[in-house]
């Protein structure tokens, strides 16, 4: 059933709003996609204050050209959704690949055209390199650890030194009580 304008203009403001609230987005292809997979999808990513967006391409394109939001953002074709994120891109694209890969291996449904990740736009290839990262707070664990590793093996080969005189003054106490118990 066809739209009338009304309708139109309400869904380009909901576009524009959903651009605006999201931090980015992931575009995929839904063309085999069924409606249960669809909502089993949907809830999963409310659990990440994420949303599932089925897409009128046409409106979409209108309220990217509002936004400051790349150019090539607006490359897309074919029956298209966006996945929107608040957080971690990473988790997001995670739950898109696996799913593709459980439910889809060798369709093009499912797959991710384009990402955008702070107003920056990631091609195919790119996005699914998102999808292979750690989630942000492993990342930050590890770029911890990697800070804080030359700091503790400092401080390891400053009091190396000190731990072995405190060692051999332990082991000259003990023989001297030894000599003291034996005599």
Known sequence: MAKT????EQLLEQYKQILSDSKG?????IDKLDNVTATALKMDLQQHDSKFIVLKNRIFRIALQDTDLPVEA??????????TYQDDP????????????????EESTLTMEYGIVDNNYLDTERANQIADLPPREVLLAQMLGSMTAPITGAMNALTGNVRGFVQVLKQLSEQTEEAAQAG
């Open 90 to 105: 990473s988790v997001v694209a995670k739950m898109i690949k696996e799913l593709k890969k459980e439910k889809f291996p």
């Open 5 to 8: 304008r009304a309708q139109k």
């Open 74 to 83: 607006q490359t897309f074709d074919g029956a298209t959704a966006i996945v």
């Open 25 to 29: 987005y992931f575009a995929v292809t």
